[in-house]
Protein backbone atom coordinates (compact mmCIF):
# COMPACT_ATOMS: atom_id res chain seq x y z
CA UNK A 1 0.00 0.00 0.00
CA UNK A 2 0.94 3.67 -0.63
CA UNK A 3 2.55 4.93 2.14
CA UNK A 4 5.11 7.72 4.01
CA UNK A 5 6.47 7.53 7.50
CA UNK A 6 7.58 10.40 8.54
CA UNK A 7 10.49 9.85 11.80
CA UNK A 8 10.03 12.11 14.93
CA UNK A 9 6.78 13.83 15.59
CA UNK A 10 8.29 16.70 17.20
CA UNK A 11 11.44 18.44 16.38
CA UNK A 12 12.55 21.49 17.91
CA UNK A 13 15.90 23.13 16.66
CA UNK A 14 17.32 26.29 17.52
CA UNK A 15 16.62 30.04 15.79
CA UNK A 16 19.22 29.75 12.97
CA UNK A 17 20.19 25.89 13.35
CA UNK A 18 19.74 23.74 10.60
CA UNK A 19 16.09 22.56 10.20
CA UNK A 20 15.86 18.77 8.87
CA UNK A 21 12.39 16.97 8.67
CA UNK A 22 12.36 13.34 7.67
CA UNK A 23 10.46 11.35 5.44
CA UNK A 24 10.89 7.94 3.56
CA UNK A 25 8.12 6.53 1.26
CA UNK A 26 7.21 2.74 0.38
CA UNK A 27 7.14 1.52 -2.83
CA UNK A 28 9.05 -0.03 -5.74
CA UNK A 29 7.61 2.17 -8.51
CA UNK A 30 8.13 6.12 -8.81
CA UNK A 31 6.66 8.04 -6.15
CA UNK A 32 5.31 11.64 -6.76
CA UNK A 33 6.37 13.35 -3.81
CA UNK A 34 5.46 16.63 -1.27
CA UNK A 35 6.06 18.75 1.62
CA UNK A 36 3.01 20.64 2.65
CA UNK A 37 3.25 23.06 6.10
CA UNK A 38 -0.05 24.28 8.01
CA UNK A 39 0.21 26.89 10.32
CA UNK A 40 -1.96 26.89 13.50
CA UNK A 41 -5.60 27.22 12.34
CA UNK A 42 -4.65 27.53 8.59
CA UNK A 43 -5.12 25.36 5.61
CA UNK A 44 -1.90 23.40 3.83
CA UNK A 45 0.07 25.17 2.02
CA UNK A 46 2.90 23.35 -0.38
CA UNK A 47 6.22 23.89 0.07
CA UNK A 48 6.98 21.37 -2.87
CA UNK A 49 7.19 18.45 -5.05
CA UNK A 50 8.82 16.02 -6.65
CA UNK A 51 7.20 14.70 -9.85
CA UNK A 52 10.33 12.85 -11.42
CA UNK A 53 12.68 15.92 -12.56
CA UNK A 54 15.15 17.26 -10.79
CA UNK A 55 15.94 15.49 -7.72
CA UNK A 56 17.15 18.36 -5.50
CA UNK A 57 13.42 20.23 -5.67
CA UNK A 58 13.78 24.04 -4.11
CA UNK A 59 10.42 25.20 -2.52
CA UNK A 60 9.45 28.19 -0.91
CA UNK A 61 10.97 30.17 2.29
CA UNK A 62 14.40 28.66 1.67
CA UNK A 63 12.84 25.14 1.91
CA UNK A 64 14.88 22.25 -0.24
CA UNK A 65 13.97 18.50 -0.70
CA UNK A 66 16.50 15.71 -2.03
CA UNK A 67 14.39 12.55 -3.65
CA UNK A 68 16.99 9.93 -3.09
CA UNK A 69 15.80 6.20 -4.51
CA UNK A 70 18.16 4.22 -2.91
CA UNK A 71 17.21 5.22 0.51
CA UNK A 72 13.40 6.00 -0.35
CA UNK A 73 13.61 9.10 1.24
CA UNK A 74 12.44 12.55 0.83
CA UNK A 75 13.89 14.66 3.78
CA UNK A 76 13.10 18.23 3.95
CA UNK A 77 15.67 20.94 4.77
CA UNK A 78 16.68 24.87 5.77
CA UNK A 79 19.96 25.63 6.40
CA UNK A 80 18.65 28.27 9.13
CA UNK A 81 15.19 28.02 11.09
CA UNK A 82 13.28 31.13 11.52
CA UNK A 83 11.42 31.68 14.02
CA UNK A 84 7.97 31.81 11.97
CA UNK A 85 8.84 28.31 10.68
CA UNK A 86 7.21 26.93 13.67
CA UNK A 87 4.42 25.10 12.22
CA UNK A 88 3.09 21.80 10.98
CA UNK A 89 5.01 19.62 8.36
CA UNK A 90 3.35 16.83 6.57
CA UNK A 91 5.06 14.75 3.73
CA UNK A 92 2.58 13.04 0.91
CA UNK A 93 2.96 11.00 -1.95
CA UNK A 94 0.66 9.79 -4.67
CA UNK A 95 1.96 7.54 -7.61
CA UNK A 96 -0.45 8.85 -10.39
CA UNK A 97 -2.67 6.04 -12.12
CA UNK A 98 -6.33 6.54 -12.28
CA UNK A 99 -7.00 8.23 -8.89
CA UNK A 100 -3.92 10.10 -8.18
CA UNK A 101 -5.09 9.95 -4.25
CA UNK A 102 -2.30 11.60 -2.17
CA UNK A 103 -1.41 10.06 0.81
CA UNK A 104 -0.29 12.03 4.02
CA UNK A 105 2.16 11.09 6.85
CA UNK A 106 1.78 11.30 10.25
CA UNK A 107 3.06 14.92 10.81
CA UNK A 108 6.45 16.85 12.03
CA UNK A 109 5.54 19.63 14.71
CA UNK A 110 8.46 21.86 14.86
CA UNK A 111 9.23 23.85 17.23
CA UNK A 112 12.24 26.88 17.13
CA UNK A 113 13.16 28.54 19.64
CA UNK A 114 14.98 31.56 20.16
CA UNK B 1 -3.29 26.65 -9.57
CA UNK B 2 -6.96 26.44 -8.38
CA UNK B 3 -8.44 28.28 -6.08
CA UNK B 4 -11.15 26.83 -3.95
CA UNK B 5 -13.74 28.20 -1.80
CA UNK B 6 -15.14 25.81 1.15
CA UNK B 7 -18.02 26.72 3.48
CA UNK B 8 -18.78 26.78 6.08
CA UNK B 9 -15.31 27.50 7.77
CA UNK B 10 -16.24 26.24 10.49
CA UNK B 11 -19.85 24.88 12.54
CA UNK B 12 -20.81 23.70 15.88
CA UNK B 13 -23.81 21.48 15.46
CA UNK B 14 -25.85 19.06 17.88
CA UNK B 15 -25.03 15.24 18.06
CA UNK B 16 -27.75 12.97 15.71
CA UNK B 17 -27.84 15.71 13.25
CA UNK B 18 -26.28 16.08 9.67
CA UNK B 19 -24.19 18.90 8.09
CA UNK B 20 -23.24 19.45 4.70
CA UNK B 21 -19.58 20.94 3.92
CA UNK B 22 -19.39 22.52 0.24
CA UNK B 23 -16.45 22.96 -1.94
CA UNK B 24 -16.31 25.27 -4.96
CA UNK B 25 -13.47 25.44 -7.41
CA UNK B 26 -12.98 28.39 -9.75
CA UNK B 27 -12.03 26.28 -12.72
CA UNK B 28 -13.21 22.79 -13.92
CA UNK B 29 -11.37 19.99 -12.50
CA UNK B 30 -10.98 16.20 -12.91
CA UNK B 31 -10.78 14.71 -9.42
CA UNK B 32 -11.62 16.00 -5.89
CA UNK B 33 -11.04 14.86 -2.82
CA UNK B 34 -12.13 14.92 0.79
CA UNK B 35 -10.17 14.50 3.77
CA UNK B 36 -10.53 14.35 7.43
CA UNK B 37 -7.97 16.00 9.98
CA UNK B 38 -8.94 15.24 13.68
CA UNK B 39 -7.38 16.89 16.01
CA UNK B 40 -3.73 16.92 16.48
CA UNK B 41 -3.22 14.58 13.92
CA UNK B 42 -2.66 13.86 10.26
CA UNK B 43 -5.20 13.86 7.10
CA UNK B 44 -7.12 11.29 6.24
CA UNK B 45 -7.97 10.70 3.01
CA UNK B 46 -12.16 10.10 2.90
CA UNK B 47 -12.97 9.65 -0.27
CA UNK B 48 -12.47 10.62 -4.03
CA UNK B 49 -14.93 12.01 -6.06
CA UNK B 50 -14.59 12.55 -10.09
CA UNK B 51 -17.85 13.83 -11.85
CA UNK B 52 -20.14 11.93 -13.42
CA UNK B 53 -19.37 8.59 -11.05
CA UNK B 54 -19.69 7.26 -7.63
CA UNK B 55 -17.32 8.43 -5.28
CA UNK B 56 -14.84 5.60 -3.88
CA UNK B 57 -14.50 5.49 -0.61
CA UNK B 58 -11.50 4.68 1.51
CA UNK B 59 -11.17 1.79 4.14
CA UNK B 60 -13.01 2.66 7.36
CA UNK B 61 -15.46 5.50 5.70
CA UNK B 62 -18.98 4.47 4.30
CA UNK B 63 -21.34 5.97 1.62
CA UNK B 64 -24.08 6.23 4.35
CA UNK B 65 -22.20 8.61 6.74
CA UNK B 66 -20.09 10.50 4.57
CA UNK B 67 -22.38 10.95 1.49
CA UNK B 68 -20.61 13.04 -1.10
CA UNK B 69 -22.07 14.91 -4.35
CA UNK B 70 -20.20 16.30 -7.56
CA UNK B 71 -22.90 17.27 -9.58
CA UNK B 72 -20.47 19.43 -12.23
CA UNK B 73 -16.59 20.00 -12.50
CA UNK B 74 -16.32 22.54 -10.35
CA UNK B 75 -18.34 21.72 -7.16
CA UNK B 76 -18.62 19.55 -4.64
CA UNK B 77 -20.61 18.51 -1.42
CA UNK B 78 -19.68 16.38 1.71
CA UNK B 79 -22.31 15.32 4.31
CA UNK B 80 -21.66 14.05 7.16
CA UNK B 81 -24.94 12.27 8.84
CA UNK B 82 -25.90 11.61 11.85
CA UNK B 83 -22.85 13.10 13.78
CA UNK B 84 -21.54 12.18 16.83
CA UNK B 85 -18.53 13.84 18.89
CA UNK B 86 -15.81 11.64 17.40
CA UNK B 87 -16.99 13.08 14.29
CA UNK B 88 -15.54 16.64 15.26
CA UNK B 89 -12.44 17.07 12.99
CA UNK B 90 -10.95 19.40 10.04
CA UNK B 91 -12.67 18.46 7.04
CA UNK B 92 -10.95 19.67 3.67
CA UNK B 93 -11.40 19.34 0.25
CA UNK B 94 -8.47 19.23 -2.27
CA UNK B 95 -8.39 19.40 -6.37
CA UNK B 96 -6.18 17.89 -8.66
CA UNK B 97 -6.63 19.52 -11.96
CA UNK B 98 -5.57 16.30 -13.92
CA UNK B 99 -2.90 18.20 -16.32
CA UNK B 100 -0.35 15.59 -15.42
CA UNK B 101 1.53 18.61 -12.82
CA UNK B 102 0.08 17.02 -9.64
CA UNK B 103 -0.75 20.78 -8.55
CA UNK B 104 -3.11 19.74 -5.76
CA UNK B 105 -4.92 22.49 -4.38
CA UNK B 106 -6.75 22.48 -0.52
CA UNK B 107 -9.61 24.25 0.61
CA UNK B 108 -9.09 26.43 3.96
CA UNK B 109 -10.76 23.73 5.69
CA UNK B 110 -14.33 22.93 7.57
CA UNK B 111 -13.49 23.02 11.32
CA UNK B 112 -16.67 20.83 12.93
CA UNK B 113 -17.61 20.46 16.22
CA UNK B 114 -19.98 18.24 17.65
CA UNK B 115 -21.65 18.68 20.67
Known amino acids: AQSVTQLGSHVSVSEGALVLLRCNYS??????LFWYVQYPNQGLQLLLK??????LVKGINGFEAEFKKSETSFHLTKPSAHMSDAAEYFC????????????FGTGTLLAVQP | SAVISQKPSRDICQRGTSLTIQCQVD?????MFWYRQQPGQSLTLIAT?????????ESGFVIDKFPISRPNLTFSTLTVSNMSPEDSSIYLC????????????FGSGTRLTVV
Open chain 2, 49 to 57: ANQGSEATY
Open chain 1, 27 to 32: SSVPPY
Open chain 2, 94 to 105: SVDPGTGTYGYT
Open chain 2, 27 to 31: SQVTM
Open chain 1, 92 to 103: AVTYGGATNKLI
Open chain 1, 50 to 55: YTSAAT
